[in-house]
């Protein structure tokens, strides 16, 4: 847990900004802050790309942020066109985000699966680490697939 010696927090603002041309609108009333944008996928997807190390990074920076938040008595929700992507802070307990994001103070929301979807479609980074995880299956079944025969082969032998 994070130790922060202020408290609490009261937040009020209306931010407006984008990541690579996707625009986003933060907005925070008091302990509660929602992100809305019309592609949440892409937007990930974009800042996925810009953080050096893709995926691993905002993985932890999520988990860190929801920690944060949870100290400082905030709440943030994601959203886009399609509905509620994920909260993240104070209030949320998920075995789920624990499991996928280190953090079970963040929780997926209706359209997360969606989300990550557009993002393995959009980022660069996520794509070349599905490439080589695809490479690597398909390397480790063909050795087991070697392995396997050679051992029927001998099993095969033994009994002539």
Same mark, same amino acid.
């Given at each position: 847990?994070?130790?922060?010696?202020?408290?609490?927090?009261?937040?009020?603002?209306?931010?407006? *900004?984008?990541?690579?041309?996707?625009?986003?609108? *933060?907005?925070?009333?008091?302990?509660?802050?929602?992100?809305?944008?019309?592609?949440?996928?892409? $937007?990930?997807? =974009?800042? $996925?790309?810009?953080?050096?190390?893709?995926?691993?990074?905002?993985?932890?920076?999520?988990?860190?942020?929801?920690? @944060?938040?949870?100290?400082?008595?905030?709440?943030?929700?994601?959203?886009?066109?399609?509905?509620?992507?994920?909260?993240?802070?104070?209030?949320?307990?998920?075995? @789920?985000?624990? @499991?996928?994001?280190?953090?079970?103070?963040?929780?997926?929301?209706?359209?997360?699966?969606?989300?990550?979807?557009?993002?393995?479609?959009?980022?660069?980074?996520?794509?070349?680490?599905?490439?080589?995880?695809?490479?690597?299956?398909?390397?480790?079944?063909?050795?087991?697939?070697?392995?396997?025969?050679?051992?029927?082969?001998? =099993?095969?032998?033994?009994?002539?």
């Amino acid at each position: 847990m994070i130790a922060i010696p202020i408290g609490e927090l009261q937040v009020d603002s209306d931010l407006q *900004l984008e990541v690579d041309g996707v625009p986003a609108r *933060l907005i925070a009333n008091g302990r509660q802050l929602t992100l809305s944008t019309s592609d949440a996928g892409r $937007l990930v997807a =974009r800042a $996925l790309d810009s953080l050096p190390g893709g995926r691993g990074p905002l993985r932890s920076a999520l988990a860190e942020a929801a920690t @944060l938040l949870d100290a400082l008595g905030l709440t943030a929700n994601v959203v886009d066109d399609s509905g509620d992507v994920l909260e993240l802070g104070r209030g949320c307990h998920s075995v @789920l985000g624990r @499991l996928l994001l280190s953090s079970d103070r963040v929780q997926l929301g209706s359209t997360s699966m969606r989300v990550i979807g557009t993002v393995v479609r959009h980022s660069q980074v996520v794509q070349r680490r599905v490439a080589l995880a695809a490479a690597g299956a398909v390397g480790g079944g063909a050795v087991a697939g070697v392995v396997v025969v050679a051992g029927l082969r001998r =099993r095969s032998g033994s009994r002539s």
